[in-house]
């Protein structure tokens, strides 16, 4: 128990940038002088209007895209989005080339399987328990798309590059790592991120898609499982998440205002991960799981000498005020998330705790 706010880093729901908990808790009983909180407000006022409609430009603006881009609000987490996707975009006499990195890949898969669809998984990096990205993908011409998980959050490999698919749209779930880099936004027809890890709590979905995938969408689908009832109607066919898109607006305006922008937050990002990826390759105590040149910028998972050190680890850890160390549960070990939101204050002190650490317990 602590009365100060710790290191958090935690993988999702995750740290927040302060500047934006503390706007929001300046303006939670009466936002923009309407005599209500953001959370009292009719989706359908103008207060409202305003905020979907610059989280939208703002997000248009940090990854330049164009009108041929639709930016959606869903509910149902990147989870639902592993049915949407294929539910919307692949006919039973299409396929859909899949790459599989991982845990969430592996469920994007399953889902569009269970749906009847047909799925080839073109790479996999099982044959090495997902500790690296595949290389020289082999596509199949005729494929509607191309999905592949940008950040493998559990396992702590990226996608640095995105694999030349031949005009084939990728379609990528980027939960974990959207707005931390500029993005070659003509490779892509679809991106979605669950919004609790960079972008604000949990709740709500960003989709990111092309409008020509829209309009050539499934049209024999609920209402709500149809991208076109979130592209005709602003994301407000019902109720949208308005906390949740309220603070993904202030998190966006923050990258654009306070960080410079999407290429100021891609350094800021490589330089936290370079001073905790330094220190680890130095040190003989800790080791990385993700081979070198697949290595997060978002998730740093690493192992100590054995699981009695890593439970002492992280219990200490958090005794020092540095939370969100433990491993995902399906794969043990160490994780520290370090997110647009975590401070090179947050990185430096983390590399202090760890090296104190391995001079007590060598
Ligand atoms: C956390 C995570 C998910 C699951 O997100 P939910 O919003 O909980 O459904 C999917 N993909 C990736 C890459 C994730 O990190």
Known sequence: MTDQRIYNFNAGPAALPLPVLEEIQASFLNFKNSGMSITEISHRSSYF?????????RAKRLLNLDDRFDVLFVQGGASLQFAMIPMNLLSQDESAD????GTWSTKAIKEAQNLGKTVHVVASSEDKSFSYIPKDITFNTGSKFVHLTSNNTIKGTQFYEFPDTKGIPIIADMSSDIFSRPLPMEKFGLIYAGAQKN????????VIIRKDLVDSANENLPTMLKYATYASKNSMYNTPPC???????LVLKWIEEEMGGIEKMEEHNIKKADILYD???TSSFYQTTAEKYSRSLMNVTFRLPSEDFER?????????????LKGHRSVGGCRASIYNAATMESMYALVEFMESFEKENK
């Open 98 to 101: 899949y790459i599989n990195t």
């Open 199 to 206: 972008l604000g709590p949990s709740g709500t979905c960003m």
């Open 49 to 57: 209007d305003e905020v979907i409609n610059d989280a939208v430009e």
């Open 279 to 281: 220190f680890i390759d």
């Open 312 to 324: 002492n680890f992280v219990e200490r850890a958090t005794q020092h005020g540095l939370g969100g």
């Open 243 to 249: 906390f949740g898109i309220y603070t993904i607006d």
